[in-house]
């Protein structure tokens, strides 16, 4: 029977280690370190999970049952190869990184990655949050999926190729929709208008995809091949040349497509 994973050493304190450090701590999981390269960072988030911090990857705790490595893509490669911990199990939070960037440093490996939106300011709801793990054994995989269904209803084994195209939808549903909404509350506040004007459109967008799909809840005046009204919507964007050329893409992405089969 696998050994449970105790004692958890947390390497990262931005956005994601944060909210996934507090997840676990308000389960019954024992953090017992924070790591950050900032020391208020390290600190802070430590004070949060009554754990040891530190600045230094030399003094990582050393047995700790699983290491959590909570980062930047374009600095994951350098920390992995600067930790000489080999003991315990080492995993990633990134979706669009292999599991084996730890393969030449570390026998028991694999990926923990949660599917959501993190910021330090705003605790979540980790019970509906997929967890999408890999690990280099079955033994590990049933380690990760065993601490994850402790803070997550919803957990899935997926492999590296599956969990890249997870990620990369997540980015056009989360960060380019965002963007979107970026530009429509500037375009609102020109006119001295509140972005939350928008809030019932949101929430019924989302809740029809939900339900219908997003290719079967396509409508607006690109959808119908309006051109009277794009036309419009373009010389009123004539004042921002990039916005303007966002919405002749995304308009002629869906006139070519129509709906996504």
């Given at each position: 029977?696998?050994?449970?994973?105790?004692?958890?050493?947390?390497?990262?304190?931005?956005?994601?280690?944060?909210?996934?450090?507090?997840?676990?701590?308000?389960?019954?999981?024992?953090?017992?370190?924070?790591?950050?390269?900032?020391?208020?960072?390290?600190?802070?988030?430590?004070?949060?999970?009554?754990?040891e911090f530190t600045t230094n990857l030399a003094e990582l705790?050393?047995?700790?049952?699983?290491?959590?490595?909570?980062?930047?893509?374009?600095?994951?490669?350098?920390?992995?190869?600067?930790?000489?911990?080999?003991?315990?199990?080492?995993?990633?939070?990134?979706?669009?990184?292999?599991?084996?960037?730890?393969?030449?440093?570390?026998?028991?490996?694999?990926?923990?990655?949660?599917?959501?939106?993190?910021?330090?300011?705003?605790?979540?709801?980790?019970?509906?949050?997929?967890?999408?793990?890999?690990?280099?054994?079955?033994?590990?995989?049933?380690?990760?999926?065993?601490?994850?269904?402790?803070?997550?209803?919803?957990?899935?084994?997926?492999?590296?190729?599956?969990?890249?195209?997870?990620?990369?939808?997540?980015?056009?549903?989360?960060?380019?929709?965002?963007?979107?909404?970026?530009?429509?509350?500037?375009?609102?506040?020109?006119?001295?208008?509140?972005?939350?004007?928008?809030?019932?459109?949101?929430?019924?967008?989302?809740?029809?995809?939900?339900?219908?799909?997003?290719?079967?809840?396509?409508?607006?005046?690109?959808?119908?091949?309006?051109?009277?009204?794009?036309?419009?919507?373009?010389?009123?964007?004539?004042?921002?040349?990039?916005?303007?050329?966002?919405?002749?893409?995304?308009?002629?992405?869906?006139?070519?497509?129509?709906?996504?089969?």
């Open positions: 029977m696998n050994q449970p994973l105790q004692h958890i050493v947390l390497i990262g304190a931005g956005n994601l280690a944060t909210q996934l450090g507090l997840a676990l701590h308000r389960h019954g999981l024992h953090i017992v370190q924070v790591y950050s390269r900032t020391e208020q960072s390290a600190k802070t988030l430590a004070e949060q999970l009554n754990a705790v050393p047995t700790a049952d699983l290491y959590i490595y909570a980062l930047k893509d374009d600095v994951l490669a350098e920390v992995i190869n600067t930790v000489s911990v080999t003991q315990g199990l080492h995993v990633h939070t990134a979706g669009s990184m292999p599991m084996t960037i730890f393969a030449e440093k570390q026998r028991n490996y694999g990926v923990l990655y949660p599917l959501q939106t993190f910021s330090k300011q705003k605790l979540v709801d980790f019970t509906e949050i997929p967890i999408f793990i890999s690990a280099n054994s079955t033994e590990n995989s049933d380690k990760l999926t065993i601490i994850s269904q402790k803070i997550t209803n919803k957990v899935f084994v997926t492999n590296d190729e599956q969990r890249e195209y997870i990620h990369l939808s997540g980015v056009f549903a989360c960060n380019f929709t965002n963007y979107l909404y970026a530009i429509a509350e500037k375009l609102l506040a020109e006119q001295n208008l509140p972005f939350d004007l928008l809030t019932p459109l949101i929430t019924e967008t989302l809740e029809k995809a939900n339900e219908l799909s997003p290719s079967k809840s396509q409508t607006g005046p690109a959808q119908r091949g309006d051109q009277v009204v794009i036309n419009k919507h373009m010389q009123l964007l004539e004042q921002h040349p990039e916005w303007q050329a966002i919405y002749k893409q995304l308009t002629q992405s869906i006139e070519q497509t129509k709906t996504i089969k």
